[in-house]
């Protein structure tokens, strides 16, 4: 489904089915040097099973044009104006690492536009290592072999996810490889990681939110460590939200890692 966002063509998977503004709309918003396909179990079950899905490419990713976003706010501001493209007046949303951080500051600005808010493998402050910050910028393929290191607790993934025998490494070093040279202009990897980096409205943005919230953590995650992300969860818990924390035995890619038991914990989250 491709919609014009800010004048400029955004493409959603919408998990093979026609939109539907009878049903309810979940968003799906992807990590730095990632895109909609990260979610593909989960939005094409969901998909099928009563919603409308919109797997989003980010603004400069893939097969969505315009400006790729340099900041969580930027990016904030787009899911709002994706919205008001799709004519949803309300949306739950999933973000899965950058992705989680753009879910929560959107749903900050949206308030009641947004009736959960699912964050995937996050952190405050998401915090990235200055080494990892240089090497995506001079020396990227470096980088990406870093970051699918360290990402991952399993080497191939179980066969509900993209099939038996699929090595996860390899899919995700060519997924890597795709986005940054979808965009020739702008190092979507290194705008990704410095938005991360400086992003500093993750705790102001949870008090505001007004709807309930899943953590959805890997228990072996190395890039997002279930510890950074409790800083959030008692802020949540502090301002009276409605909050849910699910840890899985797995690393940074819950998606592919164990995508049963994201896609239950998402859609379990979603029918309260």
């Keep these: 489904m491709e919609l014009t966002v800010n004048g400029a063509t955004t493409y ?4 093979g089915k026609a939109f539907d503004p009878a ?3 979940v968003v799906f918003i992807h990590g730095v040097l990632n895109d909609h396909s990260v979610w593909i179990l989960q939005s094409r079950y969901l ?3 009563g919603f409308n899905v919109l797997a989003v490419d980010l603004p400069g990713h893939c097969r969505s044009a315009g400006e790729a976003p340099s900041t969580v706010e930027e990016a904030a501001d787009f899911i709002g104006a994706l919205l008001d493209a799709a004519g949803v007046q309300k949306a739950a949303l999933v973000g899965h690492s950058w992705g989680s ?15 959960h808010t699912v964050l995937v493998g996050t952190a405050f402050p998401m915090k990235v290592s200055p080494a990892l910050i240089e090497a995506s910028l ?7 072999t870093m970051v699918n290191v360290f990402s991952r607790s399993t080497l191939a993934a179980p066969p509900s996810a993209l099939g038996p025998g699929t090595w996860v490494y390899g899919a995700g070093m060519a997924l890597g490889r795709r986005v ?6 702008v190092n979507v990897f290194h705008r990704g990681f410095v938005a991360c980096d400086r992003y500093a409205g993750g705790e102001a943005a949870m008090a505001a939110l007004t709807c309930p919230v899943l953590f959805l953590l890997g228990g072996l995650d190395q890039m997002t460590q279930p510890k950074a992300a409790q800083g959030l969860i008692k802020t949540s818990q502090a301002a009276g939200k409605t909050v849910q924390v699910v840890t899985l035995p ?4 819950q998606m592919t890692e164990t995508p049963d038991l994201t896609l239950f ?4 989250f979603l029918k309260r």
């Design 265 to 268: 914990a998402i859609r379990d």
């Design 101 to 115: 951080l753009i879910a929560m500051e959107a749903a900050a600005r949206l308030k009641e536009r947004v009736t």
């Design 23 to 25: 049903k309810p709309t």
């Design 138 to 144: 001079n020396e990227p393929e470096k980088a990406l």
């Design 47 to 49: 998909a099928n099973h």
């Design 180 to 185: 940054l040279r979808s965009n020739p202009k």
């Design 250 to 253: 797995v690393g940074h890619h």
């Design 12 to 15: 959603c998977y919408t998990g």
